[in-house]
């Protein structure tokens, strides 16, 4: 199970951090990712991190501006997003891959598990 959680309303140019922890049949390290789905578009891939939080990627459009981090002792990983801009409202959702896949992935197919997502409003 993930419970994604922290987003809210902004104003542009703001910061969030949106979180999300893993449990249940979900718990342990996994390859973790973030997606978005802008209100009327396609879900889109965000950042993702393995398992032991060295390796990170993101999206071009959110580069240098979003961070992602984990802690692996709260099975919690998180999405800092610093100056954020209208384009970047959406549902944010976590995912997770199966535990026995160790490659990082940039594709909504390559992620098994799903949080419920959590909504960000950036205002301009």
């Known amino acids: 199970q993930l419970q994604a959680s922290g987003g809210g309303l902004v104003q542009a140019g703001g910061s969030l951090r949106v979180s999300c922890v893993v449990s249940g049949r979900t718990t342990g390290s996994r390859v973790m990712g973030w997606f978005r789905q802008p209100p009327g578009k396609e879900r889109e891939f965000v950042g993702c991190?393995?398992?032991?939080?060295?390796?990170?990627d993101y999206a071009d459009s959110v580069k240098g501006r979003f961070t992602i981090s984990r802690d692996n002792a709260k099975n919690t990983v998180y999405l800092q997003m610093n100056s954020l801009k209208p384009e970047d409202t959406a549902v944010y959702y976590c995912?997770?891959?199966?535990?026995?896949?160790?490659?990082?992935?940039?594709?909504?197919?390559?992620?098994?598990?799903w949080g419920q997502g959590t909504e960000v409003t950036v205002s301009s």
């Open positions: 995912a997770a891959r199966r535990q026995h896949e160790t490659a990082i992935n940039y594709s909504a197919e390559g992620y098994t598990y």
């Open positions: 991190i393995n398992k032991s939080g060295v390796r990170k």
